[in-house]
């Protein structure tokens, strides 16, 4: 089953390599990564797709929170949060440009870059809805390179990571 994990880390050299390195040394695969700072510069967000069953999870989860970096863990799969890729696409038009318009324009695709020999296409919005984006593009013959950013989440409301300043008032957070 596939599995967003959300974790909250240090942003100091060297907590990525621990937390990958977690994963590679007891086996388990990272489908997607995805890391950025929060509103507090010390802290990362890291965000993971990966397969396993709930088990598996749990002991990943278990074992997240035993690195030094890691803050808060949480498995979103199953509870309401809200979830986006981003994606740079390279398109070969065609004679005519409004197929691949008609193609971007159910899921308001920006055009970053246009000429007569390719585009990049930027695209906002849910993994599923790319995968079929991209798969009508490969069916046109249009696709020439694609980057994705992978999973970005977040919960609504007041449920998701959590972290403590520290108590000095200071905007350290304490880890």
Do not use: C
């Not at 599995?3 to 997607?32: D, K, Y």
């Not at 970053?112 to 995968?131: H, I, M, P």
């Not at 950013?149 to 959590?162: E, I, N, Q, W």
């Amino acid at each position: 089953m596939r599995h967003v994990i959300s974790v909250l880390m240090a942003n100091e050299a060297g907590a990525l390599v621990r937390v990958a390195g977690m994963f590679s040394q007891r086996g388990f695969n990272i489908e997607t990564l995805n890391v950025g700072p929060t509103e507090d510069a010390t802290v990362s967000r890291l965000t993971l797709v990966t397969h396993g069953t709930e088990d598996v999870v749990e002991q990943i989860n278990r074992q997240l929170l035993k690195l030094v970096d890691v803050i808060d863990v949480l498995d979103m799969t199953g509870d309401a949060h809200l979830e986006r890729e981003l994606a740079l696409i390279k398109v070969r038009p065609r004679e005519d440009d409004a197929a691949i318009d008609a193609l971007a324009e159910p899921y308001d695709v920006v055009e970053l870059v246009g000429d007569a020999g390719q585009r990049t296409l930027q695209f906002v919005g849910s993994g599923e809805s790319l995968n079929t984006f991209v798969a009508a593009l490969e069916d046109a013959g249009a696709l020439v390179e694609l980057a994705r950013s992978g999973a970005v989440t977040m919960t609504p409301g007041d449920a998701g990571l959590h972290y403590e300043h520290g108590a000095s008032g200071s905007d350290d957070a304490t880890f």
